[in-house]
Structures are given as C-alpha cells and as structure tokens.
C-alpha cells in the first residue's frame, strides 16, 4: 500500500483547503442502514483523538472556534466530520499512556457506501495541521476503516514521551 503522510509543515494548510473542496460528487453516498446493497462496499469509519483543554476559573474550555472537524475526502468527494467532545480524565498521568490526563475525547464515525475496488483516501485535520493520504482497496460488503493518532513528544514532566497535550503528529489508517 501506497501512504504519503505530511505533517507540521505551514504548507498543509493549503492542502487541508484543498482535501476540504470536492470535485466530485458521485464516489460515495451515506449509508443509514446497516443492510448491504448487492455489488457495493461499505465504509465504516472510525476515529477517536483526544484533545487539549484549557482550565480557567473552574471550567475546561474546547476548541470551539474553529471546532475540531475531520476533513474525509475519497477520490475527490469530501465530507466534513464532527462530533461533540467528552471530557475525559485519565488520572494519573502515565508517560507511557498518550491519552492519559484530563482532556476532550472526540469520537468520529460515518458509514458511507461505494464501489469496490482501489480508492484514494485523504485524511485532515485542520487543527493539529495534519494530512494523510493513502490508496485503500475495498472488497464488496462490510469493510472497517479504523483511524489511530499518533501524538506529538512532549519532553515536559509529567508527560514526557507521547501525549495528546502535545498534539497529533500523524495518523495510522487500517483497512480490514
């Protein structure tokens, strides 16, 4: 398999833009049902990442402006993902735990429904400024897009190591 992943570079930003627009608009449609049309794959993808938060005067504050969105674009058709974030504290904090701390978990899903066969996947995320591309290979029925982040390093006690307080460095894509 092909991936190609760009990240940390003020270049991105223009990149995101563009995985953001679509150009196409026949590739995937929205699937609501869990039935299987005949000759058609199905996407279910997923991605949770946890986020920094701020404290001030008792309240964890999110990223609200602009929102924490997944930018998901298949061979140039592109949707937006949200999700409405959960405050999530990991205690204590583990140096060897990325996602230990307090933070805000957002969980991202969609089911979209597509012709089988080889397909370019573009991944952003506008917030942390990163992009992954990669080409996937679909079969006809159920197939599972499973998204895990790669955080950032922080050199700063007591999160030394990986930590989400840092930021997502990368992305890993699994298709099965």
Do not use: F, M, W
């Given at each position: 398999m092909l991936c190609v992943v760009v990240?940390?570079?003020?270049?991105?930003?223009?990149?995101?833009?563009?995985?953001?627009?679509?150009?196409r608009s026949d590739v995937f449609t929205e699937a609501v049902s869990s039935d299987v049309q005949a000759g058609k794959a199905i996407i279910d993808f997923s991605f949770a990442v946890k986020s920094n938060s701020y404290y001030l005067m008792g309240t964890y504050g999110k990223h609200t402006a602009p929102p924490y969105r997944v930018n998901l674009n298949i061979d140039g058709q592109a949707t937006v993902l949200e999700a409405e974030p959960i405050l999530?504290?990991?205690?204590?904090?583990?140096?060897?735990?990325?996602?230990?701390?307090?933070?805000w978990k957002y969980q991202f899903s969609k089911r979209l429904a597509l012709t089988p066969g080889k397909h370019k996947l573009t991944i952003a995320l506008p917030i942390d400024d990163v992009i992954v591309?990669?080409?996937?290979?679909?079969?006809?029925?159920?197939?599972?897009?499973?998204?895990?982040?790669?955080?950032k390093k922080t050199l700063l006690r007591p999160y030394r190591g990986q930590n989400f307080k840092a930021g997502v460095r990368t992305l890993k894509v699994s298709v099965n």
């Open positions: 990240s940390g570079c003020a270049n991105n930003r223009d990149l995101i833009a563009k995985t953001s627009l679509a150009t999530e504290d990991k205690s204590p904090v583990d140096s060897n735990v990325p996602e230990s701390g307090t933070g591309e990669q080409e996937i290979e679909l079969h006809s029925g159920i197939n599972t897009i499973a998204v895990v982040p790669v955080y």
